[in-house]
C-alpha cells in the first residue's frame, strides 16, 4: 500500500458493511463530509526555492508533549470494529510514531490500558483524552481522574455536540449500538450507573468548573465559529482544535480547512489551534501549516489502516503522511513547520489568488 487511498479501498473490503458505514458516513446528505476533503482540492502550495536544506526538523510543540511531527490521531470511537486489538495497536503504532494518541471517550479499550500499550513501546509516549462534558459532574470528575491517572498530559473537551447527529447510514442499516461483547469502556462503574456518553446542551460555565478541577491544559475541540474561539481563550481554553467532526454533527457547515484562517487570526498566537477534518496527504498538513494550524489530527485513515492491516495498517499511515509532509516541506523551501506561511496558499485555477 502506497497511499492512504489504498488503505481505504483495503478496509473497505475486509469491514463489515454496517461497520464501514459507520466510520465512513456523515451526517444527512453527508455534504460537510465531502468538502472537508474538497476544500483541500481547491487550494494549492506556491513553493519557495532556492532554500533548501538537508536538516529539516518537522516536530511540533503541543500541549503536554512534543510530537515528532505536526500529525496527532484524532479521537475515534469503536476501534474493536476494525480490528480485534483495537485502540491497544493505535496506541501501539501512534507511540512507534513519536506522536500523541487523542484517546477517545467512546474507546473500546479503557485509556489505562492504553496508556501501558503506547508506554511498552515508548515509556515517553504522549497521550491526550477526549472528553464529552457530562450533565453530572461526578461521571466528568471520574473520567478526568482516570485519565490523569494514565498520565494523559491534556484534556481534548469536543463542543459541537448537544445532540447526536443524524447519520442516515447507520438508520438504514439499524446500526444503533455496539454488539454483543463490545463496550465503551471508558464508561464502566461511573457515578449514577451510566454506561453511554450523554450528549446535552452544555454551557461555558461547565467549561469553567472543568478548568478550575483540573491542572491539565484543556483544549476545545469543534470550533468552527470566530467568535467562539475568542470566548474560548478569554476562558482559559489552552488550545483549540477547529473541527467539524468529521461532517458527522451538522451537515450545512463549512469545511474545516475553510474555517481555519479566521480562527488563526482570532488566536493570534495565543494558544495553538490544530485542525481535522479531509486531511489525506501530507500536503494538506503543510496547507493547514500555512493557514494557522500547528497541527493536524487524522480520524478515518487511522481506522482504514487498523482495518487494513492492524497495528502495522496505522504505522503505514502515520509513516505515509510524515514522509509525505517531509517531501512536501522540502520542496516548498522550508526546514521546519515555521516555515510554511499563509503566503504559500494560493486557490487554484487559472488566474490564482491569495487565500
Same mark, same amino acid.
Not at 465512513?24 to 513553493?47: C, K, Q, S, V, W
Not at 501530507?282 to 478515518?300: F, N, T, W
Given at each position: @500500500?502506497?497511499?492512504?487511498?489504498?488503505?481505504?479501498?483495503?478496509?473497505?473490503?475486509?469491514? +463489515?458493511?454496517?461497520?464501514?458505514?459507520?466510520?465512513?458516513?456523515?451526517? !444527512?446528505?453527508? /455534504?460537510?463530509?465531502?468538502?472537508?476533503?474538497?476544500?483541500?482540492?481547491?487550494? &494549492?502550495?506556491?513553493?519557495?526555492?532556492?532554500?533548501?536544506?538537508?536538516?529539516?526538523?518537522?516536530?511540533?510543540? #503541543?500541549?503536554?508533549?512534543?510530537?515528532?511531527?505536526?500529525? +496527532?490521531?484524532?479521537?475515534?470511537?469503536?476501534?474493536?470494529?476494525?480490528?480485534?486489538?483495537?485502540?491497544?495497536? /493505535?496506541?501501539?503504532?501512534?507511540?512507534?510514531?513519536?506522536?500523541?494518541?487523542? *484517546?477517545?471517550?467512546?474507546?473500546? +479499550?479503557?485509556?489505562?490500558?492504553?496508556? !501501558?500499550?503506547?508506554?511498552?513501546?515508548?515509556?515517553?509516549? &504522549?497521550?491526550?483524552?477526549?472528553?464529552?462534558?457530562?450533565?453530572?459532574?461526578?461521571? /466528568?470528575?471520574?473520567?478526568?481522574?482516570?485519565?490523569?491517572? !494514565?498520565?494523559?498530559? *491534556?484534556?481534548?473537551?469536543?463542543?459541537?455536540?448537544?445532540?447526536?447527529?443524524?447519520?442516515?447510514?447507520?438508520?438504514?442499516?439499524?446500526?444503533?449500538?455496539?454488539?454483543?461483547?463490545?463496550?465503551?469502556?471508558? @464508561?464502566?462503574?461511573?457515578?449514577?450507573?451510566?454506561?453511554?456518553?450523554? @450528549?446535552?446542551? @452544555?454551557?461555558?460555565?461547565?467549561?469553567?468548573?472543568?478548568?478550575?478541577?483540573?491542572?491539565?491544559?484543556?483544549?476545545?475541540?469543534?470550533?468552527?465559529?470566530?467568535?467562539?474561539?475568542?470566548?474560548?481563550?478569554?476562558?482559559?481554553?489552552?488550545?483549540?482544535?477547529?473541527?467539524?467532526?468529521?461532517?458527522?454533527?451538522?451537515?450545512?457547515?463549512?469545511?474545516?480547512?475553510?474555517?481555519?484562517?479566521?480562527?488563526?487570526?482570532?488566536?493570534?498566537?495565543?494558544?495553538?489551534?490544530?485542525?481535522?477534518?479531509?486531511?489525506?496527504?501530507?500536503?494538506?498538513?503543510?496547507?493547514?501549516?500555512?493557514?494557522? !494550524?500547528?497541527?493536524?489530527?487524522?480520524?478515518?485513515?487511522?481506522?482504514?489502516?487498523?482495518?487494513?492491516?492492524?497495528?502495522?495498517?496505522?504505522?503505514?499511515?502515520?509513516?505515509?503522511?510524515?514522509?509525505?509532509?517531509?517531501?512536501?516541506?522540502? #520542496?516548498?523551501?522550508?526546514?521546519?513547520?515555521?516555515?510554511?506561511?499563509?503566503?504559500?496558499? /494560493?486557490?487554484?485555477?487559472?488566474?490564482?489568488?491569495?487565500?
Amino acid at each position: @500500500m502506497t497511499t492512504i487511498a489504498e488503505l481505504h479501498d483495503r478496509a473497505r473490503q475486509r469491514l +463489515v458493511p454496517e461497520y464501514y458505514d459507520y466510520f465512513a458516513g456523515g451526517a !444527512a446528505d453527508e /455534504t460537510a463530509l465531502a468538502d472537508n476533503e474538497r476544500a483541500f482540492r481547491r487550494l &494549492a502550495l506556491m513553493p519557495r526555492v532556492l532554500r533548501g536544506r538537508a536538516d529539516r526538523d518537522i516536530s511540533v510543540e #503541543l500541549p503536554g508533549a512534543r510530537a515528532s511531527m505536526p500529525v +496527532v490521531v484524532a479521537p475515534t470511537a469503536f476501534h474493536r470494529l476494525a480490528h480485534p486489538d483495537g485502540e491497544l495497536a /493505535t496506541a501501539r503504532a501512534a507511540a512507534a510514531a513519536g506522536t500523541v494518541l487523542i *484517546a477517545s471517550m467512546a474507546a473500546t +479499550v479503557g485509556v489505562g490500558e492504553m496508556a !501501558a500499550a503506547a508506554r511498552a513501546v515508548d515509556p515517553g509516549a &504522549a497521550l491526550w483524552f477526549q472528553l464529552y462534558l457530562q450533565s453530572d459532574t461526578r461521571v /466528568t470528575e471520574t473520567l478526568v481522574r482516570r485519565a490523569t491517572d !494514565a498520565g494523559c498530559s *491534556a484534556l481534548v473537551v469536543t463542543v459541537d455536540s448537544p445532540v447526536f447527529g443524524r447519520h442516515e447510514r447507520d438508520r438504514r442499516n439499524g446500526f444503533a449500538d455496539l454488539p454483543a461483547g463490545f463496550a465503551a469502556e471508558n @464508561m464502566r462503574d461511573l457515578p449514577g450507573g451510566r454506561r453511554n456518553i450523554e @450528549m446535552t446542551p @452544555m454551557s461555558w460555565e461547565h467549561l469553567d468548573r472543568l478548568r478550575a478541577s483540573t491542572s491539565l491544559p484543556v483544549l476545545l475541540k469543534g470550533i468552527l465559529h470566530p467568535e467562539d474561539a475568542h470566548l474560548a481563550i478569554e476562558r482559559g481554553a489552552d488550545g483549540i482544535v477547529v473541527s467539524n467532526h468529521g461532517g458527522r454533527q451538522l451537515d450545512a457547515v463549512p469545511a474545516s480547512i475553510d474555517a481555519l484562517p479566521r480562527i488563526a487570526e482570532v488566536a493570534g498566537g495565543r494558544v495553538p489551534v490544530l485542525l481535522d477534518g479531509g486531511v489525506r496527504r501530507g500536503s494538506d498538513v503543510a496547507i493547514a501549516l500555512a493557514l494557522g !494550524a500547528v497541527a493536524v489530527g487524522v480520524g478515518r485513515p487511522v481506522i482504514w489502516g487498523l482495518a487494513a492491516d492492524g497495528e502495522l495498517g496505522v504505522r503505514q499511515v502515520l509513516e505515509l503522511l510524515r514522509e509525505e509532509f517531509d517531501h512536501t516541506l522540502a #520542496l516548498c523551501g522550508g526546514q521546519g513547520p515555521a516555515d510554511l506561511t499563509r503566503d504559500l496558499v /494560493t486557490v487554484r485555477g487559472p488566474e490564482g489568488g491569495k487565500w
